[in-house]
Nanobody, 124 residues
Framework: QVQLVESGGGLVQAGGSLRLSCAAS????????LGWFRQAPGKEREFVAA????????YYVNSVKGRFTISRDNAKNTVYLQMNSLSPEDTAVYFC?????????????????WGQGTQVTVSS
């Protein structure tokens, strides 16, 4: 079992940056694939980025490629999402999630563990 707690959200102006963190508890963290999702008001939760258990493989939704970077530190049981060049369209609640698959996963239904979410608001 893995418990996930996000932090680092907040209000930022367009063009700014934020770094989200997701701290995990549980002995199986290093064997979990991890991802970040987001959900804007009135919209479905969407995939943003994912990283495999070892950290040497990542995948991003097209809209954040070149702006967001996902990384993990297994020694600290933490996964990060560095977000640069933020725009109002990035405003959402951001969730980190974990799964037990070996390969990268992008569907919400493939994830076993979820954090409670952290709000990111980008003003224009």
């Amino acid at each position: 079992q893995v418990q996930l707690v996000e932090s680092g959200g907040g209000l930022v102006q367009a063009g700014g940056s934020l770094r989200l963190s997701c701290a995990a508890s549980g002995r199986t963290f290093s064997r979990c694939g991890l991802g970040w999702f987001r959900q804007a008001p009135g919209k479905e939760r969407e995939f943003v980025a994912a990283i495999n258990w070892s950290g040497d493989s990542t995948y991003y939704v097209n809209s954040v490629k070149g702006r967001f970077t996902i990384s993990r530190d297994n020694a600290k049981n933490t996964v990060y999402l560095q977000m640069n060049s933020l725009s109002p369209e990035d405003t959402a609640v951001y969730f980190c999630a974990g799964h037990k698959w070996v390969t990268i996963r992008t569907r919400t239904t493939e994830y076993d563990y979820w954090g409670q979410g952290t709000q990111v608001t980008v003003s224009s």
